[in-house]
């Protein structure tokens, strides 16, 4: 299974860079971390909403009103989850804000969108049997090199909830990795960089780096 990070393919060359790594995995279905911004993709991909995206595209896509030919084999999961390749994958969109967290999402508007809410973290943390966590945000105590202190609570209560095998972070544009209690965690490289294949049986994710376009 391919696994990609950050695309931001509004960028052309972003989006060669993404297509370069979906021709070289040769895979049958995707994964992907946000900040995607474009939806016309090769085959089947399952992604959650990043910081960075088209606002009223992923409003379609969350509530099953898309009707454009510039969406295909897009797949959002938004405090969801879906059957791939035999796992159970679960996905909450957005990132944190405080002073948005405790509003309700049709309060939300323009570039708030971006964000999740209470009602999406609480929705999430009642999917069961979950093999695999795609978040935009990371739980604490993952590695990565930023200005701030990275590690959102409420990302911390999702796992204790749901207790993944495996978690999958993008957002930081780097490669980390940690464990949260049982649960392997796993920050991304932007595609441009690396994408990953994932083995279905292990869950063991293997990087490779991205052909020149």
């Not at 898309?66 to 295909?72: A, F, G, L, N």
């Not at 989850?81 to 405080?98: H, K, M, T």
């Not at 978040?135 to 749901?162: F, R, T």
């Amino acid at each position: 299974m391919l696994v990609l990070g950050d695309a931001h393919a509004d960028d052309p060359d972003n989006r060669r860079a993404l297509f370069a790594a979906y021709r070289d995995a040769d895979a049958d279905v995707a994964l992907q971390l946000g900040d995607l911004i474009y939806y016309d993709l090769p085959i089947p991909t399952y992604f959650i909403g990043g910081n960075n995206e088209d606002f009223d595209t992923i409003d379609a896509l969350r509530y099953g009103r898309v009707e454009s030919s510039d969406v295909t084999n897009a797949f959002l999961l938004a405090s969801t989850a879906a059957e791939v390749e035999g796992l159970r994958i679960a996905g909450l969109s957005g990132n944190y804000a405080p002073t948005q967290y405790d509003r309700p999402r049709p309060n939300l508007h323009g570039e708030r969108r971006r964000h999740f809410v209470r009602d999406d973290v609480e929705q999430a943390k009642q999917i069961e049997d979950v093999d695999v966590l795609l978040v935009h945000e990371a739980p604490h105590g993952l590695p990565v090199d930023e200005e701030y202190d990275v590690g959102c609570p409420h990302i911390d209560e999702l796992l204790d909830a749901v207790e993944p095998r495996l978690c999958l972070v993008g957002h930081h544009h780097q490669h980390a990795e940690s464990t949260f209690g049982d649960t392997r965690v796993v920050g991304l490289a932007p595609v441009w960089e690396s994408y990953y294949t994932l083995d279905t049986e292990t869950l063991e994710v293997t990087a490779h780096d991205t052909p020149s376009a």
